[in-house]
């Protein structure tokens, strides 16, 4: 298992926060989106908010995961690309994201030992 740490901005409007927390309600979240997930090798997904800041939390069944494999199968989907232009309409990029990059990957900077 490899475990893999994100950070995304969202408009910091309230409306538009709730509104991004209601679309992720498990019960509100279209199917293809979690089916998508799982099929790319995603084990386990988690997303935290504070502010307007995001913070997902990512593991994958192995060390071999291939982000670009993952990414081409998004492009391959209609559904997701329809989710992602949804949610784009809720997140900004962070001020140091690479163009075309949402989720920032995050360094590990400690582990408990």
């Avoid at 998508?36 to 502010?51: K, N, P, V």
């Avoid at 060390?63 to 081409?72: G, I, N, Q």
């Avoid at 997701?80 to 163009?99: C, K, Y």
Wanted: hydrophobic content about 35%; aromatic content about 12%.
């Amino acid at each position: 298992m490899a475990r893999h740490c994100f950070a995304c901005d969202l408009k910091d409007q309230p409306e538009l926060i709730k509104k991004y927390k209601e679309y992720h309600a498990t019960s509100n979240v279209w199917p293809e989106i979690p089916q998508s997930i799982h099929d790319g090798g995603i084990t386990d997904m988690q997303i935290y908010l504070t502010g307007n800041r995001l913070f997902m939390i990512m593991e994958t069944k192995d060390d071999d995961f291939s982000f670009e494999k993952k990414s081409a199968m998004d492009a391959a989907n209609p559904k997701v690309q329809e989710w992602e232009t949804l949610m784009d309409t809720f997140q900004q990029r962070l001020p140091w994201a690479d163009e075309g990059v949402k989720w920032v990957p995050m360094e590990k900077i400690f582990q408990l030992e």
